[in-house]
Nanobody
Framework: QVQLVESGGGLVEAGGSLRLSCAASGNFRSVNSMAWYHQAPGKQRELVARMTNGGTITNGSSMRSRFTVSRENGKKNTLLLDLTRATSEDTGVYYC??????????????WGQGTQVTVSS
């Protein structure tokens, strides 16, 4: 069984920083890509950024120059999102997404449970 475990959300003051972590665990062959999505209150879920197995990053509409996407110690089954100089627009639920291959020739999408980020003014 594949799981995406997210951590690092919480309350942050405006102008502060926060790191979100996601790790894929379970029985699978490989991770094709991992991504962070942001869902602001009352709005649709939007892509922040996606990183492929090869390390290529694609930015989405919710990406900000204040954000950085990376891996934990180069591990391909992890994805970090560093939020800096937080603003109220960063408030919402952040979801980790991954395309994971349980065996050769097939990929399936998985979602994490979401982690809440609240920026206080």
């Amino acid at each position: 069984q594949v799981q995406l475990v997210e951590s690092g959300g919480g309350l942050v003051e405006a102008g502060g920083s926060l790191r979100l972590s996601c790790a894929a665990s379970g029985n699978f062959r490989s991770v094709n890509s991992m991504a962070w999505y942001h869902q602001a209150p009352g709005k649709q879920r939007e892509l922040v950024a996606r990183m492929t197995n090869g390390g290529t990053i694609t930015n989405g509409s919710s990406m900000r120059s204040r954000f950085t996407v990376s891996r934990e110690n180069g591990k391909k089954n992890t994805l970090l999102l560093d939020l800096t100089r937080a603003t109220s627009e960063d408030t919402g639920v952040y979801y980790c997404h991954a395309q994971i291959s349980p065996r050769v020739g097939s990929f399936f999408p998985y979602w994490g449970q979401g982690t809440q980020v609240t920026v206080s003014s």
